[in-house]
């Protein structure tokens, strides 16, 4: 099985701060993998570089056999969840997705309300994203992240404000785009999601990762 994403020689600094240190590691197609550690360890940062939002000081990343940053700007079919998702606090959850949706124009109507339903939200409601709980706006992310149908996933904290029924709803969603060929990064503090999902888990302690299982 061919990997999908291959990080070489990454580092990257901010001011004196090496928040990555020299990780190397590739991630399989169609595979779950999952990125755990503390607070500040770096795993954000690194899956804002694997998007292409930042840019290693040092060594390449690639994707899908393309080095971001020299080939491509981004990964060119990546659905993302990165720190707490953010949408326009005034109007309802499908016009927000319809707004993201015609950036590209790859999708319509019917592509949008069916990512919709598949998180467990109703594409007809109309109370406004800034009225929604922590859980419904978690949902609404990840129907942003899979709406066009993307090869890649890469989800933080993906089960965040989610209740016991959700999570095993999001759950079940993962692992069906898994069987469905999709690679999907995430990261998580929660052990169980970790368990229950990943095929491979790496640790990020101070900017340096380390393989799990």
Known sequence: MENYIT?????????D????????VSF???????IIGRNGSGKTVLI???CGLLYPDEGRIT?????????????????????????LPYVNGYKNLEYLASL?????????EESIRIVGLNPNDKKYFSKYSLGMKQRLGL?????????????DEPMNGLD??????????????????????????????????????????????????
């Open 7 to 15: 990080i070489e020689n990454v580092s990257k600094s901010f001011k």
């Open 17 to 24: 701060n090496k928040v990555i240190d020299n990780i190397n």
């Open 28 to 34: 399989k197609k169609g595979k779950i993998h999952g």
């Open 48 to 50: 804002k570089m694997i």
């Open 63 to 87: 994707v899908d056999n393309k080095i971001i940053g020299q080939d491509i700007d981004f990964p060119e079919s990546l659905g993302a969840i990165i720190e707490a998702p953010g949408f």
């Open 104 to 112: 590209k124009g790859k999708i319509g109507k019917k592509e949008i």
């Open 143 to 155: 129907a942003q992240a899979i709406m066009e149908n993307p090869e890649l996933l890469i989800l």
């Open 164 to 213: 016991k029924e959700g999570v095993k709803e999001i759950r079940d969603i993962l692992l069906s785009l898994k069987e469905n060929g999709k690679t999907i990064l995430i990261v998580s503090h929660n052990s169980d999601d970790i368990d229950i999902l990943c095929d491979t888990v790496h640790e990020i302690d101070k900017g340096v990762m380390s393989k799990v299982r």
